[in-house]
T-cell receptor, first 113, second 116 residues
Framework: KNEVEQSPQNLTAQEGEFITINCSYS?????LHWLQQHPGGGIVSLFM???GKKKHGRLIATINIQEKHSSLHITASHPRDSAVYIC???????????????FGKGTKLSVKP | GAGVSQSPSNKVTEKGKDVELRCDPI?????LYWYRQSLGQGLEFLIY????????KSGLPSDRFSAERTGGSVSTLTIQRTQQEDSAVYLC??????????????FGSGTQLSVL
């Protein structure tokens, strides 16, 4: 069974700090998603990646397929970045559908002004 | 509409009653997913529809749960004889193309279900 582990579980930062959230998984995947969930529940997909690196504004996501590890970086953090960040993977499972996402438990980020 | 629409946004029901939750995906999206998020828990996969293929129901927790997707668009998740442990936020998402896991997901705002 694929386990998706995120670290840290909770993170408090000062405005302007560089933030890194990590995600590790145990078996082969076809894609990895980073999601953002704000208080109140709305979920936004930030990135979907299967190799390399993607950047959107102050957010950067990287993945190392060999090491089964991904990181989400936030540069120049701001209080509005406060949210839960969730890593999810789609297993490279030839026996089943590829719609079954496996989620990490999330990292709760609080950015203080 | 522009995004994934779910209704109702909140549903309070009594134990033992049936409930129906609706999801209207983004127009043209062939893949539709249902997830559940219980209080203090992570997201949990329930069911996945892709085009005209048979749905992947492997995440449904019991036979009280069922879902259908009519005309390849709107989906309804039905929970029969609700139990208190069914209380959760039920989230729907859709994606374009083949739903291989390589497409960005678009989430609805969820239905908060409370079973008293």
């Amino acid at each position: 069974k694929n386990e998706v582990e995120q670290s840290p579980q909770n993170l408090t930062a000062q405005e302007g700090e560089f933030i890194t959230i990590n995600c590790s998984y145990s078996v082969g995947i076809s894609a990895l998603h980073w999601l953002q969930q704000h208080p109140g529940g709305g979920i936004v997909s930030l990135f979907m990646l299967s190799s390399g690196k993607k950047k959107h504004g102050r957010l950067i996501a990287t993945i190392n397929i060999q090491e089964k590890h991904s990181s989400l970086h936030i540069t120049a953090s701001h209080p509005r970045d406060s949210a839960v960040y969730i890593c999810a993977v789609t297993e490279m499972n030839y026996g089943g559908s590829q719609g079954n996402l496996i989620f990490g438990k999330g990292t709760k980020l609080s950015v203080k002004p | 509409g522009a995004g994934v629409s779910q209704s109702p946004s909140n549903k309070v029901t009594e134990k033992g009653k049936d409930v129906e939750l609706r999801c209207d995906p983004i127009s043209g999206h062939t893949a539709l997913y249902w997830y559940r998020q219980s209080l203090g828990q992570g997201l949990e996969f329930l069911i996945y529809f892709q085009g005209n293929s048979a749905p992947d129901k492997s995440g449904l927790p019991s036979d009280r749960f069922s879902a259908e997707r009519t005309g390849g668009s709107v989906s309804t998740l039905t929970i029969q004889r609700t139990q208190q442990e069914d209380s959760a936020v039920y989230l729907c998402a859709s994606s374009a193309r083949t739903g291989t896991g390589n497409e960005k997901l678009f989430f609805g705002s969820g239905t908060q279900l409370s079973v008293l």
